[in-house]
């Protein structure tokens, strides 16, 4: 069974700076897909981020990023120059690789990121 | 637009009473699934389904049950034989090939009183 740590209740960030969540996870699959969710106070459920275990080069969408260690079993997000927006919930999560069948994902506790003026 | 609707956005329920939770799409996905939150946990899976007339049970299946009558539609109900379930209800779907991708909807938050 997988399973995907935030070791991280919450966390802060000044307006324009930046910022780093931490993810670990278990499993004993070698392809498999990592993501970051971001849960605003709407609680809408938005796809911040996507990895490929097999894909060595680390994943990058605008201001974020994320540092994936495939050894090390570590996911971590890297917000760079944060904004009030990105105040949230934050969630790792982990599939097994695409097999053509539904996929099953394992989330993790989550992080409450507050970004300040 | 393309999305998923999950109606309604607050519910209210008597202990003892079963309650159906909706969700729809559009986006023409074959597979959809229910996920329940609670404070200071993560998302957990309840059911899935990959294709119409067929589900799986998740990891807290116990409770529920679900239909796929029609691609578009899987709702939940949540039975009286569920011990705790006042959560928040999020339903996703994903599409193939690779089916990794899934995107939610906005949510349900049930309370029992």
């Known amino acids: 069974a997988q399973t995907v740590t935030q070791s991280q209740p919450e966390m802060s960030v000044q307006e324009a700076e930046t910022v780093t969540l931490s993810c670990t996870y278990d499993t004993s699959e070698n392809n498999y897909y990592l993501f970051w969710y971001k849960q605003p106070p709407s609680r809408q459920m938005i796809l911040v981020i996507r990895q490929e275990a097999y894909k060595q080069q680390n994943a990058t969408e605008n201001r974020f990023s994320v540092n994936f260690q495939k050894a090390a079993k570590s996911f971590s997000l890297k917000i760079s120059d944060s904004q009030l927006g990105d105040t949230a919930m934050y969630f790792c999560?982990?599939?097994?690789?695409?097999?053509?069948?539904?996929?099953?994902?394992?989330f993790g506790t989550g992080t409450r990121l507050q970004v300040t003026l | 637009d393309g999305g998923i609707t999950q109606s309604p956005k607050y519910l209210f329920r008597k202990e003892g009473q079963n309650v159906t939770l909706s969700c729809e799409q559009n986006?023409?996905?074959?597979?959809m699934y229910w996920y329940r939150q609670d404070p200071g946990q993560g998302l957990r899976l309840i059911y899935y389904s990959q294709i119409v007339n067929d589900f799986q049970k998740g990891d807290i299946a116990e409770g529920y049950s679900v239909s796929r009558e029609k691609k578009e539609s899987f709702p939940l109900t949540v039975t009286s034989a569920q011990k705790n379930p006042t959560a928040f209800y999020l339903c996703a779907s994903s599409s193939g090939p690779s089916y990794n991708e899934q995107f939610f909807g906005p949510g349900t938050r049930l309370t029992v009183l």
């Open positions: 986006l023409n996905h074959d597979a």
């Open positions: 999560a982990f599939t097994p690789s695409d097999t053509g069948t539904a996929s099953k994902l394992t």
